[in-house]
């Protein structure tokens, strides 16, 4: 069902001006602590913004270990939710989602942008995602198949956004089909 509300999501509707507001969000649990995953993600959020309006929204983690992960999914889970913008299409990165080629999220994303969609990015902590935030999704979204650690899920997340953006304008970083 998930895929066919994907396919649903990213068709474009003709004539639709973008909103001057509209955003994409990266909704995540947690601090990036790792300096050089940090250094990434912010070159990566910095060329971003230099196509489309990108905010980065962190919650704070729970802090439990990880006998008690299931009581941090959702600790942290309510968090996110109130995190995420009221309305906007939310996409939970996890590796149960729906994966494709880069040339495809950059379809996606831009019919986003071209609908004046405001996109949600929602990333969980070391626990992973609550049960409440995966049944509340409109997308599921995998990076992925094997497992990542949430803070290079995030880098990963936004290299490919800004990927999406430089296949949309035609530059030449994407080298790929």
């Known amino acids: ?25 990266v909704v995540a649990v947690g601090r990036l602590k790792d300096s050089s995953v940090r250094d990434a993600c912010m070159d990566y959020a910095a060329r971003i913004g230099r196509h489309l309006k990108l905010r980065i929204l962190e919650v704070k983690d729970s802090g439990r270990p990880d006998k008690q992960a299931a009581a941090a999914r959702e600790e942290e889970g309510e968090l996110l939710l109130k995190a995420i913008p009221q309305g906007a299409l939310t996409v939970a990165l996890t590796r ?73 304008r035609g530059e030449p970083y994407h080298k790929g089909g």
């Open 96 to 168: 149960a989602g729906f994966g494709e080629p880069s040339s495809s999220f950059a379809k996606r994303i831009g019919a986003w942008r071209d609908q004046s969609v405001d996109v949600a990015f929602v990333v969980g902590g070391a626990h992973g995602l609550a049960e409440t935030i995966l049944s509340r999704v409109d997308v599921k979204l995998s990076v992925s198949q094997m497992t990542l650690p949430h803070e290079l899920a995030r880098l990963v997340l936004l290299e490919q956004l800004y990927r999406a953006c430089t296949i949309l």
């Open 1 to 25: 069902m998930w895929r066919l509300l994907w396919t649903l999501l990213s068709e474009e509707v003709p004539n639709r001006r973008q909103k001057p507001d509209m955003a994409f969000y």
